[in-house]
């Protein structure tokens, strides 16, 4: 008899977390190797962040704190939501988690009963459908094609809803593909969504402050506030603060939601760290101005990613409106063979033999359940970059 429970069997590592940490494999044996897989800014926390959290140590405010997070962090949760959306959520609404995964795993392990169903728009990030398999419901994931720009339409949403549809999930911008939704994109979706009351709404919004040429995402309950009442606004401080090791995620939801959500937390990890709660109070109320600077420098490199990706034999490369991630479509690589000599059966191939051969780690687009892709972060220098991509375009090049 095994150890490890059933359930661990029917989900599957991160394939983001595999790449990467094949590529640092690979670097600690000598290799040159430019990852482009973790989706990660390679930015400093701002220093008021880091001088706050510093404080707090100082300042002793090291002990436990509510499960859902202290007041202070809560209050400048709500009022972040305010300002950013506009959205009215109460600090009694608001829920702080060890990063926004975290506070997925909470929402479905709260709320899925075994069949339920999660709509999940595809490409999507790795861990949606595993989260909500191992909450013992059913990934039900809706392909988006490339000329809707990747992006969930009305027909396709009322075409995947059935009567055991619990959860939509949305993630604008999108990780793998950049894709972010304007208010005019959201309208037709509420609309089916109005007609479906049974239907909640997961909605990330993790890089929604990281959009490029003055587009503005939206999210649900900004356009439609009659969906708040079976919402989950998620966001948190890693992406916009590059603040990924310090694991602050957050989320506005009703209160019973909320409250379920709070009672699972306190008999898992209860609450998050302290300093790092006291930081993120500081990224949401200090300057913003740091996220200006940094959305100019990634758009500079979206700009030169894509451009160089469209000038690889085979690759087509659309330009994204926000995150930090390009999704190339390789489909017309496949068949051929690499200058190693691998045969490029499939997208996982095509990335494999470019990490092997190039020294360059891309996650293949099977990973985010849409094959005949790869991504690419461009969450790194320019250099590094400019470096990578001439990699991708020798290696596209030599395929016979």
């Known amino acids: 008899m095994s150890i490890v429970a059933d359930r661990l069997n029917r989900i599957s590592p991160s394939q983001t977390i595999v790449i990467s940490t094949k590529a640092r494999e690979l670097k600690a044996q000598g290799r040159n190797i430019i990852s482009l897989s973790a989706g990660e800014p390679d930015f400093r926390t701002p220093d008021n962040i880091a001088r706050a959290a510093m404080k707090a140590i100082e300042d002793g405010q090291t002990r436990y704190t509510d499960v859902a997070g202290t007041p202070a962090l809560r209050k400048a949760v709500a009022e972040r939501f305010r300002l950013d959306s506009g959205l009215d959520y109460t600090p009694e609404e608001i829920i702080v988690s060890t990063g926004g995964k975290q506070v997925i795993y909470n929402a479905m392990m709260a709320t899925l009963n075994p069949g339920d169903e999660a709509i999940i728009p595809a490409p999507c990030w790795v861990s949606y459908p595993d989260i909500v398999t191992l909450a013992e419901g059913v990934p039900v994931i809706v392909p988006c094609r490339r ?145 200006g600077e940094m959305v100019k420098t990634y758009q500079a490199r979206r700009d030169l990613v894509v451009d160089m990706l469209n000038e690889a034999e ?59 892709y790869m991504r690419i972060s461009y969450a790194t220098d320019t250099e590094s970059l400019r470096e990578a991509c001439a990699r991708i375009q020798r290696f596209c090049k030599g395929l016979i």
């Open 147 to 291: 000329e809707n720009g990747f992006k969930l339409t009305a027909e396709e949403l009322e075409a995947a809803i059935t009567p055991r549809t619990k959860w939509l999930f949305l993630n604008s911008p999108c990780n793998p593909t950049g894709a972010a939704y304007s208010a005019e994109d959201l309208r037709p979706l509420c609309d089916v969504l109005l007609r479906h009351p049974h239907v909640w709404v997961f909605t990330d919004d993790i890089y929604a402050k990281l959009t490029y040429d003055g587009f503005r995402p939206a999210t649900f309950v900004e356009v439609e506030p009659l969906l708040r009442s079976r919402t989950v606004t998620m966001n948190g401080v890693s992406k916009a603060y590059a603040m990924t090791g310090w694991r602050i995620g957050f989320s506005g939801a009703p209160v019973e939601l909320t409250k379920a959500m709070n009672k699972l937390q306190g008999q898992s990890t209860s609450n998050t760290c302290s300093i790092a709660q006291a930081a993120a109070v500081e990224a949401l109320t200090g300057p913003q101005d740091f996220i």
């Open 314 to 372: 085979g690759l087509q490369c659309d330009k994204p409106e926000g995150a930090f991630y390009v999704f190339p479509s390789v489909k017309a690589c496949l068949g051929k063979t690499s200058p190693g000599g691998r045969k490029l059966d499939t997208d996982e191939d095509f990335v494999t033999a470019l990490l092997e051969e190039e020294g360059v780690a891309a996650v293949h687009g099977s990973a985010f359940m849409y094959p005949d």
